[in-house]
């Protein structure tokens, strides 16, 4: 490894935005595999290397190979004892040298928790969860960690079981409260042109991993008939696939299947009106009244943002439509659903008049560079949501001087942008900037004390994307359901 350059990096920065205080225990450093005689050779050490360095084992042994195996195996290896505590919600700026990607090499950093170790290997792929490894059977805490070469940065998370992570939240907590994963033009996955296709996978696996928004727009199929159900799923005025009419009936089967196999769920749902035709809106919401919404055990209609117990196997109604003079008189003449019926067209911050929902959809990303102008106004309104603190029922009365948000809207923060004659600006190619942008933001930067920052409760609010779940990169959706660790421990301390 000689004659191979030294690049200087930060030192490690650990962020750990688990719920308990976790201390870094163990540093090794491992150098690259050495020369084999053959690609055969290659072969046999690389695979022996990944074995050693992943195989569990117990906390009363070492976890890294013996110095025999390290002798055949890698180039180098060291071993330091630590003790740096990393309590829960903190970041630590240690002076440990991260590894050097050049030489190829693995540092190793061992975690200690009540007893038990956790292990991970850095560096990780940019923008890539990795799962701690567990030293111990049957261990009391999951990590998940995403690590930062170029900032040389370790975010810890608590792993969240994605399918049914609301389980861990209280009845009580305000929707609004909570850090939601969401997706643009949700059913949008199939073959389309590039610039209508948003999403890489389906409604029901973004169900499955964590997504508990849906933006959703619909085209009435026969609306001068009131005897018929059928909405079109669009986008804009193009179909949102080449191969045949996609339903909203089928799609709305589907989220009640995932609820009724996990009722703690619930699925926020935007409805907008699109396509062609000379359809109203107030056609739309008898449709929508009067063939899927009636059902008050499926659907949460109320006028008001709901607690998760009201909202739990249900799916929430947010219209972005107006409403039949009929339903106007809904819940005591107060309205049907939660009203984003209009807000200000291609706006970085804007609150709907019902004060409900305060929103980012700056959308119009004429050339590639406003692409990070979106990103600066979608990371301005993470930090509008995190500043808050959720008031929760059983704190009673609060004083002024609590430090304590009123009514707190939800947070609605739209992550997508395009431009339908700009091939770098289509829903793909600005999710692939977009998104990683945002993951390094909420890992390194969102609910932390920096000069001028209001600290809160981190939630995110709705954060709205395009292209989850691409290539199995879950890592955004991770973040934000992550972000919900430090509501989590003020409810289990009341």
Same mark, same amino acid.
């Given at each position: ?71 055949? %195996? ?306 301005? %309104? ?63 930067? %969102? ?48």
């Amino acid at each position: 490894m000689s004659g191979l350059p030294v690049i200087a990096f930060e030192p490690l920065t650990i962020r750990n935005l688990s719920s308990t205080p976790i201390e870094l225990k163990l540093l090794e450093r491992f150098g690259a595999p050495v020369a084999a005689d053959s690609a055969v050779g290659i072969s046999y050490i690389t695979n022996n290397i990944t074995s050693l360095w992943r195989a569990p084992t117990s906390s009363t042994s070492s976890a890294p190979p013996t110095a025999i195996e390290l002798a055949e %195996h890698a180039d180098g290896f060291t071993h330091e004892d630590v003790s740096i505590q990393v309590d829960a919600f903190a970041t630590i700026k240690t002076d440990i040298q991260p590894a050097q990607l050049l030489s190829r090499e693995t540092l190793r950093l061992t975690f200690a928790n009540n007893g038990e170790r956790y292990r991970l290997d850095t560096p990780c792929s940019t923008y890539s969860s990795t799962t701690l490894t567990p030293l111990t059977s049957n261990p009391q805490f999951n990590y998940t960690a995403i690590y930062h070469s170029r900032n040389s940065h370790v975010t810890l998370f608590s792993s969240a079981n994605l399918q049914a992570w609301m389980r861990e939240l209280k009845d009580e907590t305000p929707l609004s409260a909570l850090s939601i994963p969401g997706t643009h033009n949700s059913p949008a996955c199939f073959r389309a042109l590039p610039s209508v296709r948003c999403q890489a996978v389906s409604p029901k696996a973004q169900l499955e991993n964590g997504v508990r928004f849906f933006d959703i727009r619909v085209q009435p199929e026969s609306p001068q008939d009131p005897s018929q159900d059928g909405l079109l799923l669009v986008h804009s005025v193009f179909p949102i696939s080449l191969t045949g009419s996609k339903y909203f009936r089928d799609l709305v089967n589907q989220i009640y299947d995932f609820l009724d196999k996990n009722p703690s769920e619930t699925v926020v749902m935007s409805l907008k009106r699109e396509g062609t035709g000379s359809s109203t809106d107030a056609q739309l919401s008898r449709i929508l009244k009067n063939h899927y919404a009636a059902d008050i055990n499926r659907w949460y209609t109320a006028p008001h943002i709901p607690t998760l117990g009201e909202a739990r196997r249900k799916i929430v109604l947010v219209r972005r439509f107006r409403l039949d003079e009929s339903l106007k008189q809904e819940w005591n003449g107060a309205g049907w659903g939660l009203d984003a019926e209009t807000w200000a067209d291609n706006t970085p911050n804007a609150t709907c008049p019902s004060g409900d929902i305060c929103v980012q959809d700056f959308y119009e990303v004429l050339e590639t560079e406003n692409i990070d102008k979106k990103i600066t106004y979608s990371e301005a %309104h993470l930090d509008r949501s995190a500043a808050c603190v959720c008031v929760l029922p059983s704190m009673g009365p609060q004083g002024a001087g609590g430090g304590l948000s009123g009514k707190q809207p939800l947070y609605l923060n739209f992550l997508n942008a395009s431009n339908f004659w700009k091939v770098g600006c289509w829903p793909e190619r600005v999710a692939a900037k977009l998104n990683p942008a945002i993951v390094d933001y909420l890992c390194r930067k %969102h609910n932390a004390p920096d000069a001028g920052r209001q600290i809160g409760d981190g939630c995110t609010g709705i954060v709205v994307c395009d292209w989850a779940g691409n290539n199995g990169n879950w890592d955004l959706v991770r973040c934000i359901v992550g972000m919900n660790a430090k509501l989590e421990l003020r409810e289990k301390s009341l």
